[in-house]
């Protein structure tokens, strides 16, 4: 999974590394979300309503399939069936709106599913360390938290094999 506050990058993390032409779930923005999106950060003009769905192939008999989450509160009544069968989730975060996280992370933590954090610079700005990102999180020292730009494929694929590394080590655990 791909989760995160809105306009955070999940859409464009997941188009970044998908082998496949990922489905997008997006609708256009409309006056009905003025006062309830805050568009301040992300310029969006459209939103993800259900999900965002990619596959990156690890071996030739192991493919990850990705499902990117919507962002705002009033779609989080779908992750329960996001999650199913889920290894692990990346949650991305703009360290600029970092209460915006705070959901994604409190879900995961409760479910006791595998995830990292994975802090979205944005115009290559990343204004707090991922140090200063776990101590305002109050994540333990056992959570990855590494930087990510949600537009580069390399990126996303290493913040990937960190969550897939970071999973199968907590099975063993």
């Not at 360390?129 to 994540?139: F, K, W």
Request: charged fraction near 20%; include cysteine; hydrophobic fraction near 45%.
């Amino acid at each position: 999974m791909v989760a995160g506050g809105f306009g955070v990058g999940k859409t464009t993390f997941v188009g970044a590394v998908s082998e496949i032409n990922p489905l997008r779930t997006e609708a256009v923005m409309t006056s009905a979300s003025a006062g309830i999106d805050d568009l301040t950060h992300t310029g969006d003009k459209t939103t993800t309503v259900a999900m965002d769905f990619g596959r990156i192939t690890l071996d030739q008999d192991l493919i990850l399939y990705l499902f990117g989450t919507p962002g705002q509160d009033r779609f989080w009544f779908m992750w329960d069936d996001l999650v199913r069968g889920a290894i692990g989730a990346v949650v991305l975060v703009d360290t600029r709106r970092l209460a915006d996280c705070f959901p994604a992370v409190d879900y995961f933590e409760n479910s006791g599913l595998p995830f990292v954090i994975a802090l979205n610079g944005f115009d290559g700005h990343q204004p707090y360390t991922p140090d200063e990102v776990r101590e305002a999180l109050q994540i333990g020292p056992d959570t990855p938290i590494i930087t990510t730009d949600a537009r580069h494929r390399a990126d996303a694929k290493s913040a990937l094999i960190t969550l897939v590394e970071h999973a199968l080590m907590a099975r063993l655990r």
